[in-house]
């Protein structure tokens, strides 16, 4: 357990960041290096640093600060949210948030910030511009589709559509060859344990290691579901609060997406998945709910098989003590 006492809380933003020491002192610094330098010098070595997550504005602080041997924390910004709201505090100014943040840490003292590795940093980059570059041949498409229908549109402007829509899907296909060359030589063997799981194909086996940090930020399944928002939630309360029961939805729903899609494919060839997709089925689920069922399974044998460093075995029994 963390022995650190001096809980210090911090709040970002892009030019400048605050911060609320244990004794309720408060200072702002400059987000650069300079300020960073001038922080550290005001903090004692039992100092414990949190901070939410602030876009990527808090990683050269949250590095900076750990690189020099303190322990750093990094939160969610909804759990800092929530624990705000928890107290009824209606001020919202950097100087009343950093307090907060530390009076967050003083109370769940929180676990020690783990620095992503430098290939997963390069990877989640290279995954942010393939989305964009999605988003907007969505948009494109929405607008082509929108001029061909007016009846107006002349054959140049949609011939520059779809020169726009080629170099966008060319662009993609580099991208999403990086990320795959960077995951081969830091995690190949990872890479195809993983595709050896049916319906799992190499892309989502990618995707997979690129947003689990390897599989090193997950020790069970239930996390791993709970973080791609897939685990179930239920709402009851007394007599009178008896609501339907649904996944939570809390985290990524690209991802979400992803595992959903994986499904499909694994009830039928996946040899454990289909047992329990059918078994659901049998019993009056409705499909949906049996295919959420088997993203769950999905995700057990993927982080099974990452941890064990062997190829998936769909005739491996797991023995219960």
Known sequence: MNKCKEFVGID???????????NGKHEQFSNNESGFKEFIETISPESHCVMEQTGGYHKPLASYVQDHG????????LVIKRFI???LRATKTDKADANMIMEYGKQFNPKEWKRSKQY???????????????KQSTALK???HSFMSSGDSTKGLI????????HLKKKIKELEKQMEELVKANEQTMLTNLSSIKGIAKRTAILLIIHTNGFSDFQTSKQLSAYFGLCPQ???????????????KSGNKDLRKMMFMCSLSASVYNKGCRDQFQRLVAKG?????????????????????????IPYDPEFVSVKR
Not at 120 to 134: A, D, F, Y
Not at 285 to 305: M, P
């Open 285 to 309: 689920k409705c499909r949906k709910v049996a295919l959420i069922a088997v993203s769950n399974k999905l995700l057990k044998q993927a982080l099974a098989v990452a941890k064990s460093g």
């Open 120 to 134: 997963i940093t390069e990877c989640k980059q290279l995954r942010s511009l393939v989305v964009l570059h999605q």
């Open 142 to 144: 929405s607008q082509r």
């Open 159 to 166: 011939k520059l559509i779809d020169q726009e829509l080629s």
């Open 12 to 22: 970002i933003s892009k030019d400048t960041f605050d911060v609320c020491y244990y």
């Open 234 to 248: 239920i709402r009851q309360s007394g007599t009178s609060v008896n609501g339907r029961g649904n996944i939570s």
């Open 85 to 87: 709201q928890m107290n």
């Open 70 to 77: 303190f322990v750093v924390s990094v939160e969610n910004p």
